[in-house]
C-alpha cells in the first residue's frame, strides 16, 4: 500500500502544475490556481499514507531527534507520507509564485523554466524567482 500511495502523490499535483506552466494565461488556471485547495489531493495522500503510524510520527514530531526521524524513515508508509508533504509544500510555494508573478506581469516564459525547477529543486526555484522578481521592480 505505501508504494500506490508513494507512486500516486505526484500525479495528485501534476495537473495543478501543468496549468500553471502550460495554460498560464488561461482563465481556469489562475481561478484553480487562486485555491489553497489543490494541495488537498496531494495531503489526501499523506492522510492515508501517515495514518497507520500516525501516534508514533506526532509523538516523534513533538520531540524530534535524529535517530528518531530516522528510524520513522525506515517504514515506506512514512516516506510515502512525507512525499505527499513536501509535494504538496511544493506545488503550494508554486502556487504562490505563479500568482504573484501574474499579478507582476512576469512573462510566462520567463517563469515556466522557474516553475519546472520550483517542481524538481524547490530550494532552488524558490530563490531563483525572488532573484527575478526583484529585478522587476518588485
Known amino acids: 500500500m505505501a508504494e500506490l500511495l508513494f507512486q500516486l502523490a505526484f500525479p495528485a499535483v501534476v495537473p495543478f502544475w501543468a496549468l500553471m506552466i502550460v495554460a498560464p494565461t488561461w482563465r481556469w488556471s489562475q481561478r484553480i490556481a487562486a485555491s489553497t485547495l489543490i494541495a488537498l489531493p496531494a495531503l489526501v495522500v499523506w492522510a492515508l499514507a501517515i495514518s497507520p503510524v500516525?501516534?508514533?510520527?506526532?509523538?516523534?514530531?513533538?520531540?524530534?531527534?535524529?535517530?528518531?526521524?530516522?528510524s520513522l524513515f525506515a517504514d515506506d508508509r512514512v516516506i510515502a507520507a512525507v512525499w505527499a508533504q513536501v509535494l504538496a509544500?511544493?506545488?503550494?510555494?508554486?502556487?504562490?509564485?505563479?500568482?504573484?508573478?501574474?499579478?507582476?506581469?512576469?512573462?510566462?516564459?520567463?517563469?515556466?523554466?522557474?516553475?519546472?525547477?520550483?517542481?524538481?529543486?524547490?530550494?532552488?526555484?524558490?530563490?531563483?524567482?525572488?532573484?527575478?522578481?526583484l529585478t522587476r521592480g518588485a
Open 89 to 133: 509544500w511544493d506545488l503550494l510555494v508554486g502556487r504562490w509564485m505563479y500568482l504573484d508573478s501574474r499579478e507582476r506581469r512576469i512573462h510566462p516564459l520567463v517563469m515556466a523554466p522557474i516553475l519546472v525547477l520550483t517542481i524538481l529543486l524547490s530550494p532552488l526555484g524558490l530563490p531563483l524567482y525572488l532573484v527575478v522578481r
Open 54 to 70: 500516525f501516534g508514533d510520527f506526532a509523538q516523534e514530531m513533538l520531540n524530534p531527534s535524529l535517530a528518531g526521524v530516522r
